[in-house]
Every structure is written in structure tokens, then in C-alpha cells.
């Protein structure tokens, strides 16, 4: 039954913890760029910042994928028998689309704004 719990709580958070930890990663490069000095630097032709933002999303975008994946209904038998309940993993799926749209609208302005002002 524990797994089953656990299964409950991790696959509706999964998405929504990848979005923090993208909401994290995009205010630990800033600040890094800016304590640092690093801000005018380049990496693979673009700025810095820009290019470790960039790779910070698309690395949170093909987690939510594969999440999103993942999370589609299937018809495993739990130890009471009973299938497990689809709104969890519809949830989970949902809350992926959401994340990835919110992690693309925190992104935009992370790459388009200056480290440090």
C-alpha cells in the first residue's frame, strides 16, 4: 500500500517540482552571472546567460516529457486489487502541461532581461 501512496503523491508533484527546481536553476545562473562578473561572457556563441538558461529549460521541458509520458493511464493492479485511480495520473499529466507553460513564460524574460541591472 505504501507504493501505491507514494505513487499518489509523487506523480502529481513530479511536474510541478521540475518547475521549481527551472524556477531555482534560472535565479542561481543570474546571480552567479552577476556575482561573479561572468555576465558579458559567452558560451556556444550567445551570452552566458542566455545559453545556461536556454540548456536549464530545455532540460526541465524533456523532464516534464517524459513525465508526461509516463503518466498515461495504465491498467496495473494494486496489492488491494483495485486498478489504480486514472485522476491521479490525469493530474500528474495536467500538471505537467501547466508547469511546462509557466516554465516557458519564466524563461522568456530570463534570457531576455540583463543579469545584473
Not at 29 to 56: F, N
Not at 91 to 103: D, H, P, R
Amino acid at each position: 500500500m505504501s507504493a501505491s501512496a507514494a505513487r499518489a503523491v509523487i506523480w502529481p508533484a513530479a511536474g510541478l517540482a521540475i518547475w521549481g527546481g527551472h524556477f531555482g536553476a534560472i535565479y542561481a545562473i543570474h546571480a552567479l552571472a552577476c556575482e561573479r562578473g561572468m555576465e558579458g561572457g559567452t558560451l556556444l556563441g550567445m551570452p552566458w546567460v542566455v545559453a545556461m538558461v536556454a540548456g536549464a529549460t530545455i532540460l526541465a521541458l524533456l523532464g516534464l516529457a517524459l513525465i508526461f509520458v509516463l503518466a498515461r493511464p495504465g491498467g496495473e493492479i494494486t496489492e488491494g486489487g483495485e486498478a489504480e485511480p486514472r485522476f491521479t495520473l490525469w493530474f500528474g499529466a495536467a500538471a505537467c502541461v501547466v508547469a511546462g507553460f509557466a516554465i516557458l513564460f519564466q524563461a522568456a524574460p530570463a534570457m531576455v532581461l540583463p543579469a545584473c541591472w
